[in-house]
């Protein structure tokens, strides 16, 4: 069955603050019934925070009006983010004073507070779930949407499958690319050659591995898939394979359904906020100019839903090739424009895909917009040409 995604639209009909994506927020709230369903719960809302200097993540006047409405329905609403988001949130205009409700890091201020899941997946045995969303009744998971420098794009799945996690765990997400071999030093003896390999990348995705001398260490997150360096290497030496990429993806899903598995069905909900949508994460700790227009406010009950409808309204936009920062290449014909940006075995449905087939959520969905924009209507009595200045 369709999993229904309320939406609202950036877009006005008409100068009216009643029209904008606060005010759309909480039509949707209303329409996922968020306050009659947290009376008694505590409620983790998480999001990211960001760092440094970014300012790209979710405007505490968002914010604000979920907490609001979880102070309404009498639940006990906290923010959470990982210790250093949390540790400098007040430099992003975060504070109890204009959220509403307090701040915590989802470990502890040392990551210390943490229960451990074990579920073997490649390199990773054991899985760090953060205490204070483990110990949370009721989730909302507001998450701002962007791109991604390792799966191509970040939004509700991304929040949680990497926000909730201790460093451990999430260090070893990101090392499950390594898992399945990519380089064959039997194959590439000649250190020149391996040094012309690694020159081939315009990116430096590609470095001499620190403990191995005869190996490559290939950065994932750099290589947009080019191929350069294949040209050089001998045959049978280096592979860029998709499966390496995926394997992010599918950790992901995992992790988002050890996540869920602390909540009683029907206890939480999934909030997409597509504005100011550039390069990379918000852990970045800057914001990089908008690479397609602002989509939306998204929520449902549903994870896989929410960010399956969030790419596919993204996949009918044109990526500001203008936007991109100078090191990196636009390709235009690598897919989804998150693809164009990072490269085309970043597909950013698979870990809507993973996460479906591991039995959380539905990729089908129905999109009802809370208020759809409409043409004004006006009396046009005469035509009166306009003035030109
Ligand atoms: S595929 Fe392209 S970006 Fe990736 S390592 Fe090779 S040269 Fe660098």
Redesign the pocket.
């Known amino acids: 069955m369709a999993a229904k995604v309320f939406y609202g639209s950036p877009k006005q009909s008409r100068l009216d603050a009643s029209e904008t994506l606060p005010m759309k927020l909480d039509k949707i709230l209303d329409a996922l019934h968020l306050r009659d369903r947290v009376k008694g719960e505590t409620v983790a809302i998480k999001m990211h925070l960001g760092g440094n200097v970014g300012y790209s993540t979710i405007h505490p006047v968002f914010v604000r009006r979920v907490v609001k409405a979880v102070l309404d329905g009498g639940g006990k609403p906290f923010v959470t983010d990982l210790a250093g988001a949390v540790a400098t949130a007040a430099q992003r205009g975060y504070t109890q004073e204009t959220l509403g409700c307090p701040i915590y890091p989802v470990g502890g201020p040392d990551e210390k507070y943490y229960y451990v899941h074990k579920h073997p997946y490649k390199n990773i045995e054991e899985w760090r779930l953060g205490g204070m969303i483990a110990d949370a009744t009721f989730l909302i998971d507001l998450a701002h949407v962007k791109g991604h420098p390792s799966c191509g794009f970040g939004a509700a799945i991304k929040n949680l499958a990497l926000g909730c996690m201790m460093t451990p765990t999430r260090s070893a997400i990101h090392d499950t690319n390594h898992y399945d071999p990519y380089w064959f030093p039997e194959k590439c003896p000649d250190p020149e050659k391996r040094k012309a390999?690694m020159e081939?990348?315009?990116?430096?995705?590609?470095v001499e591995d620190k403990e191995r001398p005869d190996h490559l260490h290939?950065?994932y997150e750099?290589?947009?898939?080019?191929?350069?360096?294949?040209k050089v290497a001998p045959e049978g030496s280096?592979f860029?394979r998709p499966e390496n990429f995926w394997a992010f993806q599918e950790a992901c899903a995992i992790s988002v359904k050890i996540v869920l598995s602390t909540f009683e069905p029907g206890k939480a909900v999934f909030i997409n906020l597509a504005t100011q949508i550039h390069t990379v994460c918000d852990c970045f700790g800057f914001t990089g100019q908008p690479i397609m227009p602002d989509l939306g406010v998204f929520g449902s009950d549903d994870i896989v839903a929410v960010d399956t409808a969030v790419l596919d309204m993204a996949a009918k936009q044109r990526i500001d090739e203008n936007a991109l920062p100078l090191s990196m290449?636009f390709q235009p014909h690598a897919g989804h424009p998150f693809q164009q940006v990072h490269?085309p075995f970043k597909d950013p449905y698979k870990a809507p895909e993973y996460l479906e087939k591991l039995g959380i959520g539905t990729r089908q969905y129905e999109l009802v917009d809370v208020l759809p924009p409409v043409r004004p209507e006006r009396v046009a009595a005469v035509y009166v040409s306009a003035a030109v200045h």
């Not at 081939?200 to 590609?206: M, S, T």
């Not at 750099?222 to 294949?230: I, S």
């Open positions: 390999i081939a990348c315009p990116f430096e995705a590609l290939l950065h750099m290589c947009n898939q080019c191929g350069r360096c294949l280096l860029i290449e490269g």
